[in-house]
């Protein structure tokens, strides 16, 4: 639908037999918002934005509602909900009940909630007395009745970083199900979190692509202990969210430059983290003090959302390119992830960055100091030519060991989350044990979130959320699918090039000694016993 006429827009849209019901409101909303003036900003801010070097995630001209939310469901759990005429759950399945009726009710940027939770400690309590057959049995029903009724890819529920039975019940459940929805993440904790669990998690990714996996001690030491993570991997304050998530093209930033690198880094790039900050507070206030959206919602006058406990995410995209391109400038041709010159840039940019954006005053952001946080924005369908976040391009990747070494050094800037997809050979099944020391390692190196896909399992991970390989297909061939979030994914894989990522076939040793690296890369060392991934 590219006519900028809404007329048009909403005819084609009544009539695209690729939509669902569901799929179609949710697009006629937005046109309908759209006929709005956007929250206004200054001449300079809105010429970058035309020129493509900032974007507002289409997120519509007049937000109603918080980009993420992440309800604290401990509080309905413990007290019921007056509104929802809730009465305090006494067992799983009234907690299970709950849940579902509370979800249908939280909103987000897509129409669905992101977060479901901490499912592991919210239903721990409730296991007493249930053998593990029980267990299974109702969170199969849980697990069916999320995937019908919230059917959207960025719907997220965290595990972990405890060994539980709830936990070891959903791995196996997800395991056996192999749904989009919900999407996982497990905490990992190395002195909490035992390699019997990450085991049933390694399995449970090769067969569905989940769970991906975040180094707790890094979130709790950034964002404190009360964290979630939502969506495509971003972490936020539970109890609160973000307002809105902007972001930075690092590639068409610097296609704006003339010179190198000292000069955009002083010059250039403050200017543009600017205007991008300039759009969010202008969006942040439009939300708080214009919809009214924090005075009227039920989840805030019953506490499940409080207002102390938002922030807003700036986004970076485009690093990659960003540097490679003012290298070539400078006459030193060299790749992210290949090149020791390259990868230096790289994370020079993103660690400047991190600076402007922590000097960026932001409203209504308590949570956070009245500061934004730095996120490594994920990619969304339409993007070309440009790379996600700080990863390497895709098709461009090293070695693992080569791999792990070029990106850990930056995760330590983005608190509200960043992400790499590792491509994982079938080979993987036989010998999870060497994913766990990978994923040890790579924590013990300094990265933030780990993230790997399989090949050949019927799933692809597109940029934090998954699809099924049938599913891009049938939208390809303009057939409607349950989960919307499928109609990016079928984008993305084409525009982002995705099946070219590359295969790592083991946990491989260095290709060349490395007299720089951190000595935890020994931790790194591959599984013994068996093949690996």
């Known amino acids: 639908m590219t006519s900028a006429d809404p007329t048009a827009r909403v005819r084609a849209c009544l009539t695209d037999p690729g939509l669902t019901y569901r799929q179609r409101v949710h697009e006629l909303a937005g046109i309908a918002e759209n006929l709005l003036d956007p929250p206004p900003v200054g001449a300079h801010c809105r010429q970058l934005q035309d020129a493509g070097v900032i974007h507002d995630m289409d997120e519509g001209n007049a937000p109603y509602r918080p980009r993420y939310l992440l309800p604290d469901y401990a509080l309905v759990l413990h007290n019921g909900s ?11 399945d009234d907690a299970l009940t ?20 901490d499912l592991d400690t919210l239903l721990e309590p409730y296991a007493d007395g249930l053998p593990d057959d029980g267990l299974d049995a109702r969170l199969r029903r849980f697990w069916r009745l999320v995937d019908r009724l919230l059917p959207d890819g960025f719907v997220h529920a965290d595990l972990g970083p405890e060994d539980t039975r709830i936990g070891r019940a959903a791995l196996r459940v997800d395991r056996e199900l192999r749904q989009i929805v919900p999407n996982l993440t497990l905490r990992v904790d190395p002195g909490r979190t035992p390699d019997a669990l990450l085991r049933e998690a390694v399995l449970t990714a090769c067969a569905d692509g989940k769970p991906h996996f975040v180094n707790h001690p890094m979130m709790v030491r950034d964002l404190g202990p009360d964290y979630g993570v939502v969506s495509c991997y971003n972490s936020l304050p539970r109890g609160g969210g973000a307002h809105t998530l902007n972001r930075l093209n690092l590639a068409a930033s610097v296609a704006a430059h003339t010179g190198g690198p000292d000069s955009y880094l002083s010059d250039t790039l403050p200017d543009h983290v600017a205007a991008t900050a300039e759009l969010m507070a202008s969006r942040i206030r439009f939300l708080v003090e214009e919809s009214g959206f924090f005075d009227h919602d039920w989840l805030v006058r019953e506490g499940l959302l409080d207002p102390s406990r938002f922030t807003a995410m700036f986004g970076l995209y485009g690093a990659a390119e960003a540097a490679e391109e003012l290298l070539r400038r400078a006459g030193t041709p060299a790749r992210f992830g290949r090149d020791a010159e390259a990868d230096a840039l790289v994370h020079r940019l993103v660690a400047r960055t991190a600076e402007l954006v922590a000097d960026q005053p932001m409203p209504h952001c308590p949570a956070t100091g009245n500061r934004a946080l730095l996120h490594a924005q994920s990619g969304i369908g339409s993007d070309i030519g ?16 080569r791999h792990i070494r070029a990106v850990a050094p930056h995760h330590t800037h983005f608190a509200s989350g960043v992400s790499d997809v590792f491509r994982f050979e079938p080979t993987v099944r036989d010998n999870p044990d060497a994913v766990i020391t990978v994923l040890r390692g790579a924590f013990a190196e300094g990265m933030r979130d780990f993230t790997f896909d399989v090949t050949g399992n019927g799933f692809v991970r597109i940029t934090g959320y998954l699809t099924r390989v049938d ?13 919307g979030s499928s109609l990016f994914g079928a984008e993305a894989t084409i525009n982002q090039h995705l099946d070219d990522r590359v295969r790592k076939t083991a946990p491989d040793a260095p290709d060349t000694p490395d007299p720089a690296a951190p000595a935890t890369t020994a931790s790194l060392a591959p599984a013994t016993t068996t093949t690996g991934p």
Do not use: K, M, N
Request: proline share 12%.
């Open 82 to 92: 007056a509104r929802l005429e809730l009465p305090v759950p006494e067992d799983l």
């Open 98 to 117: 709950t849940l579902l009726a509370v979800y249908g009710s939280v909103p987000s940027i897509t129409g669905y909630p992101v977060y479901l939770g």
């Open 386 to 401: 440009v790379t996600a976040g700080a990863r390497v391009p895709v098709g461009q990747e090293p070695p693992l060991f």
């Open 471 to 483: 599913d891009v297909a049938d939208v390809h061939a303009g057939r409607s699918v349950r989960h």
